[in-house]
């Protein structure tokens, strides 16, 4: 019998998982059209008939607000030949016109027009618009599901939501993305940057040493809020506590926050300190203070993946804070930002040099096989930050996804 893509028993992962096309169809039909996928954030709507273009795995998508305030995720694919009805990033429509024969929908996905209809019984009804299964709403995040039987979104989330919060409910009055987005087309699997982020503190100081060499870090790794969570449905991150306070731009601004109430003492002191996660399978978020960017890992092919991204604040913060954070998300993690270079450069090569070897080569999650979990005060399994536990998890999640787990 030929061995599982992810093994529990010795903790390898076949390179597959992040290179055979046969893997990456398996994982639209198992992963993508099962899991709660993040599609958009409240701030990109303003009106109703506002909608902007979203992909859900590889589905390329319209997530509409229609009149009485209901968030719609449509497929951006008509249902006579296949044309892209709606050609446009974002605006305001009610309806949508496909250009090839100009059937016609409105923004809720039904079939509402066919011109020089002439089929005697022909059922419009029969032919709306594939349409996401739920779509829900998570403070400010806006989430589809394909799976009608999916649980709901809160216990999809589960102890995420206490990390979640974090970013999303400093403030009361919510958050708001940067206008547009940032997209660019990276030569790896998704896999491996939803990894990463979510579970790999230990390649700062490999791939990103040269921060360290130019005295932009401030870590200490182990400090007793420096540690890897995971939680239940794959999601993972990574909280690092500052090696000492170095008051900055931002740290009026927390003082602030923190006497506003909305998160608990523990909270506020992650908030000091950096955050990276992935909330299963392909969103991440990393926040440091004066920083926070969400990032969107759109599975385009095995050995290709398009980033999304924007940066993340608070609605109602200082003008000054918003620019300092969109300023800091694009100078570290923008295709020219200094972080995300680095990143892009080692994922790139990864995924080359896995794509070379046999298709039996397979890759070490061994570190911290065995551990016993140390307890800490914050929800989820925890460990300490070099331990691949978390990203184990990750694909031990995927893989019963895909019904491909060997746990004993
Ligand atoms: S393909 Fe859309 S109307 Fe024909
Ligand atoms: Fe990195």
Redesign the pocket.
Known sequence: MSRPLVDSADRTISSRVFTDPAVHALEQSHVFSRCWLYVGHRSQFKAPGDFVQVLAGTVPMLLCLDDAGQFHAIANV??????R?CQLEHGNAARFV??????TFNNRGDLIA?PRQHSPGFDKSRWNLMRAARVATYRDLIFCTFDPDACSLEDYLGEMKWYLDLVLSSSAAGTEVSAGVHRSIIHCNWKIPAEQFGSDNWHFQGVHGSMGRLGHRNEDPLHANSFHSWTANGHMLISVAPRREIPGANTAYLDGLAQQGNLSDAQLRLLRGSLVMTVFPNLSFVYFPGLCSIRVWQPIAADQTELWSWALYNRDAPEAVKEGIRTQVTRMFSPSGMLEQDDLEVWTRLETNLKSMPPSFRLCYEFGAGEAGTARPFPGATTNLQSDTPAFAFYKHWARLVGQDATP
């Open positions: 008509c249902t006579h030949r296949g044309g009805i496909c250009p090839y024969h100009n059937w066919v």
